[in-house]
């Protein structure tokens, strides 16, 4: 298949900086749509998947599923898409499109695996698949999503990661106007969290580990903020919430969030794929309690957040950077200090 070559940034081993490299592309297929990258954010499952947390990395990891861009060129087949359009490309390129989950519009739960943007299996070119840190990418029709042009596209870009894994949770559990919900660590998918939260008609409770950000949290949409490393603050909240997304990206203590929770609540776990601190059983079944997981979100659900973000003028709040400053942007991910997400302007790579 002929393929072509594009600047891309990437990692070659677990413990290296990333560096700019030449990865490949393929020729639009006719179902194809290329796009030409302009802003891609940084997202701490970058961070993971570059220092192989879990395990399952291939190298070199191009990094990047917060992809904003415009159409470049469209396969023949192509029918939602034209040269010009303002579009967006999330976590996953490609699923099997038979199985249950994915005819449900449930592609991230793919029986067969989803195709991740990166560290995916490439079909067609053999290898693994790169992400959005780079000039261009060509993803299959089905996986693109239209992207309101009313909002700042730099913002929009982690709509497509953070955005739809926040957003995914709170519907399917069916928060509604009044509900308390706790929203667990203020980063680039807690921040999201509250928006939405809050743009939902909850009560929302920001629930940090840093007393530093309350202002912010306020600012962001919470009505209150929780400092969870403060006991007497937690025990008043003993039992009182009707809903709690947890973002927080290393192994933890489920327990004392447990306890936050109303008879027959749920806290849903998007933060920490891996193994947690043990779980007190008492505390889910005192309460009729439960903790779940989800997984970002499908593609017409990415579409219904989009268009609820134009509709609502929402985006994320952002820290520009170049593509040459990202080893320092991981580093301060790391120590959870970004405000509330880096966002690569692409130019930066091109020139
Ligand atoms: P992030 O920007 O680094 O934010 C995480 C926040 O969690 C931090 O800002 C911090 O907030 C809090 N935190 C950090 N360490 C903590 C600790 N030891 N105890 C309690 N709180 C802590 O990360 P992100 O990009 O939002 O991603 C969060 C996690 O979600 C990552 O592990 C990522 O891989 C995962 N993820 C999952 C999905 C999915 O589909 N399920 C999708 C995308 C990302 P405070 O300072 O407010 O405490
Ligand atoms: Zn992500």
Redesign the pocket.
């Known amino acids: 298949m002929s393929q072509v070559e594009v600047k891309a940034y990437g990692a070659k081993a677990s413990d290296a900086d990333l560096e700019q490299l030449d990865i490949k592309r393929r020729e639009v297929l006719p179902n194809d749509v290329k796009i030409d990258i302009l802003y891609c954010g940084v ?3 970058d ?2 998947q570059v220092r192989n947390d879990w395990g399952n990395s291939k190298y070199p990891v191009v990094p990047g599923h917060e992809i904003i861009g415009r159409v470049i060129e469209t396969g023949n087949e192509v029918s939602k898409f034209k040269e010009g359009d303002l579009v967006g490309v999330g ?1 996953m390129v490609d699923s099997c499109q038979e199985c249950e989950s994915c005819k449900e519009g449930l592609e ?1 739960y793919c029986e067969n695996g989803m195709v991740g943007t990166y560290n995916g299996k490439d079909e067609h070119l053999g290898g693994h698949t790169f992400g959005g840190y780079s000039e261009t990418v060509v993803v299959r029709e089905k996986f693109v999503l239209k992207v309101p042009e009313n909002i700042d596209a730099k913002g929009a870009a982690p709509l497509l ?2 955005g739809i ?1 926040t957003w995914s949770p709170l519907r399917h559990w069916k928060v509604k106007k009044g509900d308390k919900v706790g929203v ?7 921040h999201m969290g509250v928006k939405f939260a809050a743009a939902l008609g909850a009560r929302v409770v ?5 007393p530093g ?1 309350s202002e912010d949290a306020k600012k962001l949409g919470a009505d209150e903020v929780l400092i ?1 490393k403060d006991e007497e603050q937690m025990k008043k909240h003993t039992g009182s919430f009707d809903f709690l997304l947890n ?4 192994k ?1 203590d489920l327990n004392p969030y447990i306890g936050l929770l109303k008879r027959d609540a749920t806290m849903v ?5 891996e193994p947690l601190e043990e779980m007190h059983g008492g505390g889910l079944i005192i309460g009729r309690k439960s903790v779940a ?4 979100g499908g593609i017409p659900e990415t579409q219904e957040m989009l268009d609820f973000c134009g509709e609502h003028n929402i985006v994320s709040d952002i820290e520009m950077i170049d593509m040459q400053n990202i080893n320092e942007a991981f580093d301060r ?2 120590k ?1 200090d ?1 405000k ?2 880096f966002v690569i302007d692409m130019k930066s790579l091109k020139n």
Not at 206 to 210: A, E, K, L, P, R
Not at 247 to 250: E, G, H, R
Not at 293 to 296: A, Q, T
């Open positions: 997202c701490h499952s961070i993971h976590c991230q990661c953070a894994t667990i660590g203020l980063g680039g998918l807690g920001m629930i940090t580990t840093s950000k969870s973002t927080v990206p290393v933890h776990l998007v933060g920490a794929i997981g989800s997984v970002i991910v790391t959870s970004v509330y997400r």
